[in-house]
């Protein structure tokens, strides 16, 4: 099975910062890597498809990179409404990491 | 415009089965995989396996192997998942998504999520 690692598992930040969070699959994926947001008791939201595809009505501050085995999502500047959680998935066979919290700090 | 209407909270004894439905709406059913995920809480995203509408084929997760059966209704665009032999650990919040059949591998509509308890 392919295994998927984020990091960090929480992370703190300000209204206006620009954040990363990475994943990484045990073997490669080419670019078939997925993120996404999900917001407390709401269904999780596509962000990006493909590594870096930008899914339709997400804002361009959203951006995803890599291939292979490593991947990192961007958040250019950060708004109130980015605050969730944000989970990788690579779509071979379709497990997803265990979750980036994002928080205000 | 494209929805997916799961059914409501269930409570169940450990043992037992729960069968969880998912209707579509808005968009071509048979053109779709609709793929399961669980979400324990406080805990994230697992992938329990997937169902080709037009086919009826199905891949599961190995962990789920032998106690969950996808199913679908093609009559009324919808979408079913059993777990039987429930535990305490099945608690969860229970998601179905669609996934295009030819092309990108992605899940762009998700329900509104079932929580499924499991208690004694």
């Known amino acids: 099975d392919i295994q998927m690692t984020q990091s960090p598992s929480s992370l703190s930040a300000s209204v206006g910062d620009r954040v990363t969070i990475t994943c990484r699959a045990s073997?490669?994926?080419?670019?078939?890597l997925n993120w996404y947001q999900q917001k407390p008791g709401k269904a999780p939201k596509l962000l990006i498809y493909?590594?870096?595809s930008l899914q339709s009505g997400v804002p361009s501050r959203f951006s995803g990179s890599g291939s292979g085995t490593d991947f990192t999502l961007t958040i250019s500047s950060l708004q109130p409404e980015d605050f969730a959680a944000y989970y990788c998935q690579q779509s071979y066979s379709w497990t997803f990491g265990q979750g980036t919290k994002l928080e205000i700090k | 415009q494209v929805q997916l209407v799961q059914s409501g909270a269930e409570v169940k004894k450990p043992g037992a089965s729960v069968k969880v439905s998912c209707k579509a709406s808005?968009?071509?059913?048979?053109?779709?995989?609709m793929h399961w995920v669980r979400q324990a809480p406080g805990q994230g995203l697992e992938w329990m396996g997937r169902?080709?509408?037009?086919?009826?084929?199905?891949n599961y997760a190995q962990k789920f192997q032998g106690r969950v059966t996808m199913t679908r209704d093609t009559s009324i665009n919808t979408a079913y998942m059993e777990l039987s032999r429930l535990r305490s650990d099945d608690t969860a919040v229970y998601y179905c998504a669609r996934d295009p059949l030819v092309g990108t591998t992605l899940f762009d509509y998700w329900g509104q999520g079932t929580l499924v308890t499991v208690s004694s």
């Open positions: 808005g968009y071509t059913f048979t053109g779709y995989y």
């Open positions: 169902i080709n509408p037009n086919s009826g084929g199905t």
């Open positions: 073997q490669s994926i080419s670019s078939y």
């Open positions: 493909d590594a870096s």
